[in-house]
């Protein structure tokens, strides 16, 4: 009697088996056979790097420069800040030597300015003034960057990754001065800049 008990909770168990498997692939059938879209939020782009992107939002892209440019300034243009610094670094990893270019790093750092981003700001100033020299409002992107520098004087923080404000440093506001020195010796801000490293 305990030998057929076995045999009998044997059976049992393979039937148990083949139903459960049965079920497996039924529910692979259906999934194959109808297959939904799965929306990747962190798409990677060579040359742009790691992009967040929610359901939809890859609409901003263009393939022209003058096209992306013209998003950018749009979204600028409405307040939108995140798209155009999205569509500005398109257009200057994408086509850095194109007569648009200048306009969408111009754009870029005037994005992180508002975003209350200043020492990004200030570096995508520099960036601009270092790669596109003839640019036509130079003064005045030398005016933001005394600015910004007045800014962290007065006792703005900087900040860890962009976003977490620590220290306040005259060491660094120093460096920011002697680079408004260097870019424009014979502006207007320059003798101001002279007189506040000291």
Do not use: H
Not at 47 to 59: F, H, I, L
Not at 144 to 169: C, D, H, M, T, W
């Amino acid at each position: 009697m305990p030998a057929f008990l076995t045999l009998r909770a044997a059976v049992d168990t393979v039937g148990r088996m083949n139903r459960w498997l049965t079920r497996v692939f039924w529910i692979a059938v259906v999934l194959l056979a109808f297959p939904q879209r799965s929306p990747a939020p962190l798409i990677y782009t060579p040359g742009e790097g790691w992009v967040y992107e929610s359901v939809g939002g890859g609409k901003w892209q263009r393939t022209r420069a003058k096209d992306q440019l013209e998003v950018a300034q749009q979204a600028y243009d409405t307040r939108n800040f995140s798209l155009a610094m999205k569509a500005s670094k398109r257009v200057v990893s994408q086509w850095p030597f194109s007569d648009y270019a200048p306009k969408a790093q111009y754009l870029l750092a005037r994005c992180q300015e508002a975003k209350k981003q200043d020492e990004a700001a200030f570096k995508s100033y520099e960036k601009l003034l270092t790669k596109y020299p003839k640019i036509d409002n130079y003064n005045e992107i030398v005016q933001r960057q005394y600015e910004i520098a007045n800014r962290f004087l007065a006792g703005e923080r900087f900040r860890l990754f962009g976003y977490v404000p620590l220290y306040k440093s005259m060491e660094k506001t120093i460096k920011m001065y002697e680079q408004i020195i260097k870019n424009g010796p014979y502006s207007t801000v320059a003798p101001d800049a002279q007189l506040k490293i000291g």
